[in-house]
């Protein structure tokens, strides 16, 4: 059975488990995100902003438990990785985080600058903290989007770095297996 903390060679199953649904369900936002900025206006267009933003707020409540469960956790050894290694892996996270973090933050901003309403998980009316503001709102809309731009770029030099690991360095280091779930614990 898998460990659920981290070891020495895993970041354990919760976190695993945090990490691919949460890969899995931004692959998803930034496809539909990408598209939306690109529709014309429509009841389809309509329908998919309103799964957007339930999934926009799924996933940064699964962000905020994950940080949570990243500060109670251990971590795996890695200081057999190269320093600029450490030092690169530690900013991609970092900018990561911040952006998973501050995109639904925008994304609710500029949805109540519009002049609707954020719902936590598509149940809960999130208070709102911006009013709205109709000539703002095209200004919000191309930010969010520069934003997932960013995130794009961002996520892929975390793949890439993670790719690199596993296929050019055959995971010398075991940063691969510490993120699979077919690695050793």
Same mark, same amino acid.
């Given at each position: 059975?898998?460990? @659920?903390?981290? #070891?020495?060679?895993?970041?354990?199953?919760?976190?695993?488990?945090?990490?691919?649904? @949460?890969?899995?369900?931004?692959?998803?936002?930034?496809? #539909?995100?990408?598209?939306?900025?690109?529709?014309?206006?429509?009841?389809?267009?309509?329908?998919?902003?309103?799964?957007?933003?339930?999934?926009?707020?799924?996933?940064?409540?699964?962000?905020?438990?994950?940080?949570?469960?990243?500060?109670?956790?251990?971590?795996?050894?890695?200081?057999?990785?190269?320093?600029?290694?450490? +030092?690169?892996?530690? #900013?991609? +996270?970092?900018?990561? +985080?911040?952006?998973?973090?501050?995109?639904?933050?925008?994304?609710?901003?500029?949805?109540?600058?519009?002049?609707?309403?954020?719902?936590?998980?598509?149940?809960?009316?999130?208070?709102?903290?911006?009013?709205?503001?109709?000539?703002?709102?095209?200004?919000?809309?191309?930010?969010? +989007?520069?934003?997932?731009?960013?995130?794009?770029?961002?996520?892929?030099?975390?793949?890439?770095?993670? @790719?690199?690991?596993?296929?050019?360095?055959?995971?010398?280091?075991?940063?691969?297996?510490?993120?699979?779930?077919?690695?050793?614990?």
């Amino acid at each position: 059975m898998k460990n @659920l903390k981290a #070891t020495q060679n895993s970041w354990g199953l919760l976190a695993k488990i945090f990490h691919w649904l @949460l890969a899995i369900l931004l692959i998803w936002q930034i496809f #539909t995100g990408f598209n939306l900025h690109n529709m014309e206006f429509s009841p389809a267009k309509i329908g998919f902003i309103g799964i957007h933003k339930v999934i926009g707020t799924i996933i940064f409540t699964i962000v905020v438990l994950r940080l949570i469960w990243k500060f109670i956790n251990s971590k795996p050894d890695s200081s057999e990785l190269p320093k600029f290694h450490r +030092y690169a892996s530690n #900013t991609i +996270y970092a900018l990561l +985080y911040a952006l998973v973090v501050w995109i639904p933050i925008q994304g609710s901003m500029m949805t109540q600058t519009g002049g609707f309403d954020v719902k936590l998980l598509g149940l809960i009316t999130v208070p709102e903290f911006i009013e709205t503001n109709t000539v703002m709102y095209p200004t919000f809309v191309q930010f969010h +989007y520069q934003s997932m731009i960013a995130l794009v770029v961002i996520f892929e030099i975390h793949l890439s770095a993670g @790719l690199y690991h596993r296929f050019m360095k055959s995971d010398k280091y075991g940063v691969w297996n510490r993120m699979s779930f077919w690695g050793k614990d």
